[in-house]
DNA sequence: TTTAGCACTCAAGTATTCCGAGTGCTAATA
DNA sequence: TATTAGCACTCGGAATACTTGAGTGCTAAA
């Protein structure tokens, strides 16, 4: 219940940094003798073996069976991660490389999304996850029409979050320009910066009125940009790469797998965990941390992306608990900060180059 | 080399058939003595034995060893899909139930491809896929531009394919309401109808004289239209229930698995399985049918989904070699028909519930 | 406080045995 | 000639026992 605060000595933590650093490397059972070998811990096996007696009394290490070397514990990458790790930088080489693939994927946010999802999911070789929050509280700002043919024209939303929304719509009669063009102006005259739960009988009949020989339309269109507004884009959450995670041990076994795989299909549960994390700096969940069951035996790294302070989104990684944290991280962080830099728009001019 | 045509006896058939569909039930060998309890075979699990020995020799089973039951071969799934299959007819539940998820999904050709997906691996427990081929040929049609704010406008494309794409546009410098306009009209002018391989110099001066004032903009708005055409939405392959395939004890064996998976994230590959695949019937494609080596264990049935005509797609399922044809076929085919009727533009009017 | 040494433990790999479902073949039968 | 009963045979898979060795905890000496 009541955690103690355990004050670790310093060579205690040496060793604990050099079991999670081998564990993570390997993913076996970290054994004293291996550690004595260790040149920045200078003592016999024996000595070793006493204090990882110790730090398993307290809590930092498991042992999967009374003859087997250790194996860090969940509480044992919490400290790791919150205070052992050290700060990984990526070479050059490889923001050179990142830098490269995002810029060559000037496509719409939500492709930008998915190709760094994939570039993440290459470079920590894990599976990377992309989230897309719900909309709420989203209104339309601006609505415009494009005529199409006699029967079809389009409809286009500029949302207050900067999106862009757009949907063809064949009507059942023919439509000249000019009432396509009416079409666009009512509904800004009537539709905007209203939220869609809240259009009442009075906002209907003046869309109606507006509408003025086109009133069939009022209550389906009405229907559609309520649609559009809401469903966001369908699925909120995709993911890259699972095939990465099979090359790890732990997930050789079936059900393992299973569980995260479920995980990964109940989008819904993920996208809470996801949107209940506030804090703006890179999130670490940690196996059982984790209050989807299905990734007790995962951990998540993922990081908000803002755009003008709104989250729009997040991007991680999901891999075994014993991931490279370290490494994780700092990519996550950093691609997710490009793309809060050039998912704000696209500038016409050439990104800056620092 | 030269497939000798073999006709089979009725009893052979009815052998064979059974076997295959007691095989795709339970996914084991199947021997004679289940076979003779079988009230339709009407002879001794002796004479089964012999026509089963001959049904091997003939290459339509394979026995994994020696003393175990018989399996069905490629050879066998390609005769009874070909001939053997009875049509599955959709249960008026099963219809009505997939009516009801259709129909709720009124979003983007985009969105609607995948929520179709994800219904035909929920309703057949195998996983589903969506495939978006890469455009080729698209010329824009016409252009519109909106005014967002000072520093920000929209490109708004409607495309030969009927598609609609959009990109934020982020300018260095303010621009009027009215250059947006004229933005658009410079555009409308030069590059509708243009394939955008043959964007020449002569274009690109007849944009710049339009663009007056605004020359700066027309190499980089080039680039977008280019990039908006060219990139399709990004990925063009997506799936749905990996997680399914692992009830299938064939894929417990975590290397076939991963084949798959690495199949499935070989989006180019398997995009080009399913575009080389021109007939607009059901294809079945059964192991190593399948050019993609890593899909030799899986089977894979999809449909093309075509507007007025033109391909703009394809869904389809992916599961063991012994799926449930028949019912595969029907699901895929219903939802693919389907879709057809309302990727078409949506209508304003309620969809005609025949 | 550290370390050398030793007895002990236990998972994982290897060898061996056993079981039975399912076969192919032969000889009798319709 | 086609079918069937009967029987010996095969071989994968489950169950069991045996071996190995990495790693431990503990004790006693430095």
Not at 47 to 63: H, K, P, V
Not at 142 to 161: E, G, P
Request: glycine share 6%; hydrophobic share 35%.
């Amino acid at each position: 219940m009541s955690e103690e605060i355990i004050e670790l000595s310093e060579r205690k933590k040496l060793i604990l940094k050099a079991i999670i650093d081998s564990h993570i490397q390997n993913g076996e059972p970290v054994g004293s003798k291996y550690l004595s070998e260790n040149k920045q811990i200078a003592c016999s096996s024996a000595t070793i073996r006493n204090e990882m007696a110790e730090l398993e009394a307290s809590g930092f290490l498991e042992q999967p069976h009374s003859s087997a070397g250790r194996v860090p514990s969940e509480k044992g990458y919490r400290f790791y991660v919150d205070s052992l790790m050290q700060q990984y930088s990526m070479t050059s080489t490889e923001i050179a490389e990142l830098n490269k693939i995002l810029a060559s994927k000037h496509t719409e946010a939500d492709g930008i999304l998915e190709s760094a999802t994939k570039v993440m999911s290459v470079m920590t070789n894990y599976t990377g996850l992309t989230v897309r929050p719900k909309p709420t509280g989203v209104v339309v700002t601006r609505f415009d029409t494009m005529y199409v043919d006699d029967l079809c024209f389009a409809l286009i939303m500029l949302t207050s979050t900067g999106e862009i929304k757009t949907k063809k719509i064949r009507s059942g009669f023919v439509l000249e320009m000019n009432d396509v063009k009416r079409i666009g102006e009512a509904l800004n005259a009537t539709l905007t910066n209203v939220d869609p739960d809240n259009i009442n009988v009075p906002i209907m009949l003046e869309l109606e009125r507006r509408l003025d020989g086109l009133e069939l339309l009022a209550n389906p269109l009405v229907k559609i940009v309520y649609d559009l507004l809401r469903q966001g884009d369908g699925s909120e959450l995709k993911y890259e790469g699972v095939n990465r995670l099979l090359e790890y041990p732990e997930f050789s076994d079936t059900e393992k797998l299973k569980h995260l795989l479920q995980a990964f299909d109940n989008k819904s549960g993920l996208l809470d965990v996801v949107s209940s994390a506030v804090g703006d700096d890179t999130n670490i969940i940690i196996g059982s941390e984790n209050p989807l069951n299905e990734m007790n035996d995962s951990s998540l790294i993922f990081k908000t992306i803002r755009v003008g302070g709104k989250p729009v989104g997040a991007i991680g990684i999901v891999g075994p608990r014993r991931m490279d944290y370290a490494r994780v991280c700092a990519v996550v962080k950093y691609i997710a900060e490009s793309l809060e830099r050039s998912m704000d728009g696209n500038m016409l001019s050439p990104p800056d180059n620092k």
